[in-house]
């Protein structure tokens, strides 16, 4: 079987190889622009997503839309999460938070799958913590301010671990478990 993960990120393409190699589900890099509605739902911008996606007559493929969430700052930068890396980035996160006690966030992932003319949709979060500097140089985006204990950032524990516990991790649990059952129809 074979998936096309939808994205501008390699990123996250990297993390969904490696989850599911063990599968033999092999997932293949597409570059194909779709819109990102603008709001409050990560799921709704995946509906519209998918929708955009089939009418180009592109079937068989994953998008994820994903984003942190940082309690402090009132969910900042949350659905604006890509828009708050390119702008302000890591360091802009950090100076946000300078004197802020409060360091609780969450990260949210949602994916969604077209396969054999399904639709499933699924979403995993993962709280954490973000920390006073950044740290570690593996992974991609906010990683090397996120940490899910206070301790490492998920830029320190790499890809392999970070999907043990991440938001993408979680919502590819939910995946893996959704297409071994399309697999037994
Ligand atoms: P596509 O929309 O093309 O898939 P994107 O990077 O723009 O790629 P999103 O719209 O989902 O992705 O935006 C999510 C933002 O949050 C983006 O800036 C990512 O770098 C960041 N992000 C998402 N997942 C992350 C993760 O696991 N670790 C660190 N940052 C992450």
């Known amino acids: ?69 940082v309690n402090a700052l009132k969910g900042f930068p949350g659905v604006y999460s890509a828009y708050g890396q390119k702008t302000i980035g890591n360091d802009g996160i950090l100076k946000l938070m300078e004197g802020v006690e409060d360091r609780s966030a969450v990260f949210k992932c949602c994916i969604g799958c077209d396969i054999d003319g399904r639709t499933i949709i699924v979403t995993g979060t993962c709280d954490g913590y973000i920390m006073r500097e950044a740290r570690g140089s593996e992974g991609f985006g906010y990683d090397p301010i996120f940490s899910p204990d206070g301790k490492r950032t998920f830029a320190e524990i790499g890809i392999e671990e970070k999907n043990t516990m991440s938001h993408r991790g979680n919502a590819i649990k939910l995946l893996r478990d959704a297409l071994v059952k399309v697999d037994n129809h």
């Open 1 to 69: 079987m074979k998936l096309k993960v939808i994205t501008s990120n390699p990123g996250k393409v990297a993390e969904f190889q490696k989850a599911f190699a063990d599968m033999g589900i092999e997932m293949e890099h597409l570059r194909l622009p779709y819109d990102e509605v603008q709001t409050s739902e990560l799921e709704e911008v995946v509906e519209k997503g998918m929708a955009e996606i089939r009418a180009k007559g592109v079937r068989d493929f994953i998008i994820d839309d994903s984003g942190m969430f």
